[in-house]
């Protein structure tokens, strides 16, 4: 059983920046897939970003492409989203989530095994 936590979430204006982060208490974290995803009020929940277990492959969607960076460290069984030049519709409850046994990172959610609790993002204008 690996356990998810995720923590950064707030309040911020428009143009603003938050750091993510999602720690795991797996021992094996450095073998698993990790991603972000966030779900708006009324939305699907919808992938934002992956990072392949060696953190040298990183896919986004296109809608954070260039403002949003996934990143990790293997020795502290973390993972990131830093988040740069927020918007209103960034608003959502973002969850980490983890997949273990791929190697390559995923934007299909229904490939990942465990999920965090969600940590709140607004954004205001």
């Known amino acids: 059983q690996v356990q998810l936590v995720e923590s950064g979430g707030g309040l911020v204006q428009a143009g603003g920046s938050l750091t993510l982060s999602c720690a795991a208490s797996?021992?094996?974290?450095?073998?698993?897939?990790m991603g972000w995803f966030r779900q708006a009020p009324g939305k699907e929940r919808e992938f934002v970003a992956a990072?392949?277990?060696?953190?040298?492959?990183?896919l986004y969607a296109d809608s954070v492409k260039g403002r949003f960076t996934i990143s990790r460290d293997n020795a502290k069984n973390t993972v990131y989203l830093n988040m740069n030049i927020l918007k209103p519709e960034d608003t959502a409850v973002y969850y980490c989530?983890?997949?273990?046994?791929?190697?390559?990172?995923?934007?299909?959610?229904?490939?990942?095994?465990?999920w965090g609790q969600g940590t709140q993002v607004t954004v205001s204008s």
């Open positions: 989530a983890a997949e273990i046994e791929k190697l390559a990172p995923q934007k299909d959610q229904y490939e990942y095994d465990y």
């Open positions: 797996a021992r094996t974290f450095r073998r698993y897939v």
């Open positions: 990072i392949s277990w060696s953190g040298s492959s990183m």
